[in-house]
């Protein structure tokens, strides 16, 4: 088939560029993760929806296209929650898996995803590697108080393909906004999702509301879906179409800053289980994040 009469429309520039139906984003997006594009394809994709931006509606068509071919985690009558996990840590630890097992330990199921998109960051994965977590090797059961971590390879191998695109464009694509909102399991879950910059607030926003997923929005820790140790960020909560704030923004810094790790994999694990056991508190964001996960999981 290919995709060269989309390319047409989306790839004429930022002006000219014309957007695509739901219907059709999803059939483009569709012979892109089934490998039925060239390479060359791919790239012409890539940077031209880079330059245009995606609509809602757009989103909206790769994500119906991304669900349809998900492996999909069993967590039919499971308590779950989503927690994408893609940009690591730069300069902050990555919290990541400390969100997760808090979570765990109130009995919910949680479903981490990711890939190491960048080199140089410090993965979730190496984190979780180090509390013992081991990476799944294929598709499970979501179980209730425990945390799996999945890679995108083994939910959906056309995906894991468009995001390592990055590696050799050096610049993000629409797969690296697909994987915050995407559902990876078969039946209801809480996808806990993070933008980086004010501009994806609004489309991020625009698509959850679209689709009608269930979803927690902050601005989360450089890219990451949980909430900054040194300021809590407004938060809000998207379900059936409507939108609701649950969490306030909190101007400024706090007046004492927690004691943070390195970004370094063992310090940043060595951290999570101080935090856990009580030697260390639980960053103040961070446990209002609970708080609102847990409201929106529980029955």
């Not at 219907?23 to 994709?45: K, P, R, W, Y």
């Not at 991304?66 to 499971?78: F, I, P, S, Y």
């Not at 078969?186 to 910059?197: K, M």
């Not at 990451?224 to 969490?247: H, N, S």
Request: hydrophobic share 40%; glycine share 8%.
């Amino acid at each position: 088939m290919g995709i060269s009469h989309y390319i047409k429309d989306i790839g004429r520039g930022k002006d000219g560029a014309r957007s695509i139906g739901r219907t059709q984003a999803a059939d483009l997006m569709g012979q892109i993760i089934d490998q039925q594009v060239s390479d060359l394809e791919l790239g012409a994709f890539c940077i031209a929806m880079r330059i245009k931006g995606e609509t809602p509606e757009e989103m909206a068509g790769f994500l119906d296209a991304v669900h349809g071919r998900l492996n999909k985690v069993d967590n039919r009558q499971t308590r779950t929650v989503v927690l994408p996990s893609y940009n690591g840590a730069r300069k902050l630890p990555v919290l990541t898996p400390l969100l997760a097992l808090l979570l765990a330990r109130e009995g919910v199921a949680v479903v981490v995803h990711g890939e190491a998109t960048e080199d140089k960051r410090v993965s979730s994965q190496a984190v979780f590697s180090h509390l013992g977590v081991n990476t799944a090797e294929h598709v499970g059961h979501a179980m209730a108080g425990q945390v799996q971590f999945i890679p995108t390879c083994v939910l959906l191998p056309g995906l894991d393909r468009l995001l390592a695109v990055r590696r050799t464009v050096g610049l993000r694509n629409s797969a690296h906004s697909l994987v915050k909102l995407m559902n990876p399991c078969n039946g209801p879950a809480l996808v806990v999702s993070s933008y980086t910059h004010p501009e994806y607030l609004l489309s991020m926003s625009a698509t959850f509301s679209l689709t009608g997923q269930h979803a927690l929005l902050l601005r989360g820790t450089e890219g990451e879906p949980v909430a900054d140790a040194r300021r809590t960020p407004a938060m809000d909560v998207f379900k059936d179409g409507q939108i609701r704030r649950v969490q306030d923004q909190k101007e400024g810094s706090l007046v004492q800053l927690p004691e943070l790790p390195s970004t370094d994999a063992a310090a940043t694990a060595l951290y999570t289980e101080h935090v856990l056991q009580g030697l260390l508190p639980v960053p103040e964001a961070i446990a209002l994040q609970v708080q609102h996960i847990l409201y929106e999981v529980n029955p």
